[in-house]
């Protein structure tokens, strides 16, 4: 069984960064794609940021150009760079892994971590 640990996560003011890292349990290269969700109260799970297994990377449209994806295989670890944080950034940050075996997705979630955007 994968594990997924999120860390990093905390109170910022608006205009402040953050960096969220998330640490895999096994090698992160098994992966087809890693990922950042994030859920704010009373609204759905939604897609911050996701980096696929050859490097490419996808953004949601509210934080593109302020968030960036990244993952060091080696410490088998995936990070997000949020930097001009804004209070709608407040969500709990949840790292996702998904695997593919004979092309069928599994998905692994982390516990989540607070961000919190607020002056």
């Known amino acids: 069984q994968v594990q997924l640990v999120e860390s990093g996560g905390g109170l910022v003011q608006p205009g402040g960064s953050l960096r969220l890292s998330c640490a895999a349990s096994?090698?992160?290269?098994?992966?087809?794609?890693m990922g950042w969700y994030r859920q704010a109260p009373g609204k759905q799970r939604e897609l911050a940021a996701r980096i696929i297994s050859g490097g490419s990377t996808n953004y949601a449209d509210s934080v593109k150009g302020r968030f960036t994806i990244s993952r060091d295989n080696a410490k088998n670890t995936v990070y997000l760079q949020m930097n001009s944080l804004k209070p709608e950034d407040t969500a709990v940050y949840y790292c996702n892994a998904e695997r593919r075996i004979a092309g069928t997705p599994y998905n692994y979630w982390g516990q989540g971590t607070q961000v919190t955007v607020s002056s």
């Open positions: 096994s090698g992160i290269f098994v992966f087809y794609a």
